[in-house]
């Protein structure tokens, strides 16, 4: 079992900056991938950005891409989501995610197998 708690959310205005976290707890934190996606009012939930095992493998959607960065402390068992040039299509709620089996994390959400509560981020224009 792996439990995930994020927080960092918030109302920003556009142009503006939050870090989002996420602590692990249960299973060894550096034995998986870990990710982050985002769910908006109507829409389906969406890949935002993973990371690998080790950290030194990234990912992002081309939609955050040279504006969000992922990391990870694997001596704190946490996960970071680093969000510069926020824009009103950024607003959502965010949810970080586990991934057992790959070891780079999957881009899908239906491969994920453990999820944190979520985070509202809302950009205002």
């Known amino acids: 079992q792996v439990q995930l708690v994020e927080s960092g959310g918030g109302l920003v205005q556009a142009g503006g900056s939050l870090r989002l976290s996420c602590a692990a707890s249960?299973?060894?934190?550096?034995?998986?991938?870990m990710g982050w996606f985002r769910q908006a009012p109507g829409k389906e939930r969406e890949f935002v950005a993973g990371?690998?095992?080790?950290?030194?493998?990234?990912r992002y959607a081309d939609s955050v891409k040279g504006r969000f960065t992922i990391s990870r402390d694997n001596a704190k068992n946490t996960v970071y989501l680093q969000m510069n040039s926020l824009k009103p299509e950024d607003t959502a709620v965010y949810y970080c995610?586990?991934?057992?089996?790959?070891?780079?994390?999957?881009?899908?959400?239906?491969?994920?197998?453990?999820w944190g509560q979520g985070t509202q981020v809302t950009v205002s224009s």
């Open positions: 990371i690998s095992r080790t950290g030194g493998a990234t």
């Open positions: 995610a586990v991934d057992l089996t790959s070891w780079r994390m999957s881009s899908i959400a239906d491969d994920c197998d453990y």
């Open positions: 249960g299973r060894t934190y550096s034995s998986y991938a």
